[in-house]
């Protein structure tokens, strides 16, 4: 996990970048999400993507739910496996200056106090889900929005595993996003159910969350 007001790319940014983050702040406002297709810097996207390629399947580990002693591993809730990002890679250093410059730019327009990033590569083998869930419970201060881009050169609408992002609890039809080779999708945490649909090939995403600040009494939080 990143403390991004104190990154080294977070003062950075350039004209390209603040007019689509301009564009996902207004869809925030909005609607609540943003979804962008292909509007991943390329460098960005090629970079996380070469480097997905390097990674040795062993350092997946099998995805849960839950932070800390409240964490576990449930097939009923999920099957895909997932790679945490620490930044020491050169792939995960632009994807965390990338998402810093976000957070300055966010944090700035619509006040939302973003404080910290932390973000894992995923992996869904054929078949893999993620049943419908929230990111963040309401009112617990956690994970404040969500950050999605995939990895996935050439995808078909056929080859399936979409993203379904819910309006409300009584969403039963979504809306659907394809996989597609560097596209963004950002919502808020608290707001959206949402779940991904098995797909008929191995499917690659990387996951990001902001979270705020509520450290209280010299107890961090968010944990590091």
Request: with cysteine; net charge negative; charged share 25%.
């Amino acid at each position: 996990m990143v403390a991004l007001k104190n990154f080294p790319g977070a003062s950075g940014g350039n004209t390209l970048d603040e007019t689509l983050f301009g564009l996902i702040a207004d869809d925030l406002v909005n609607q609540g999400y943003s979804i962008r297709p292909g509007a991943l810097p390329e460098d960005i996207s090629s970079s996380l993507y070469a480097h997905r390629l390097e990674l040795n399947n062993s350092k997946y580990t099998d995805a849960g739910i839950g932070r800390g002693v409240d964490f576990l591993r449930t097939e009923f809730v999920r099957t895909d496996e997932i790679c945490w990002i620490n930044g020491e890679s050169d792939a995960g250093r632009k994807w965390v200056e990338w998402n810093a410059r976000l957070q300055r730019f966010l944090n700035k327009k619509l006040f939302l106090g973003l404080f910290s990033f932390e973000s894992h590569f995923a992996h869904y083998s054929p078949g893999a889900y993620y049943k419908r869930h929230y990111d963040a419970f309401r009112g617990e201060a956690n994970r404040v929005l969500s950050v999605i881009t995939y990895l996935n050169p050439a995808w078909l609408p056929t080859d399936g595993g979409e993203l379904v992002i819910y309006n409300d609890d009584k969403d039963r039809d979504g809306i659907k996003v394809v996989p597609l080779y560097g596209t963004l999708v950002i919502f808020l945490s608290e707001e959206f159910p949402h779940e991904v649909l098995p797909s008929s090939r191995d499917r690659h995403s990387v996951a990001g969350w902001f979270r705020v600040n509520t450290s209280i009494n010299n107890k961090i939080d968010p944990p590091r």
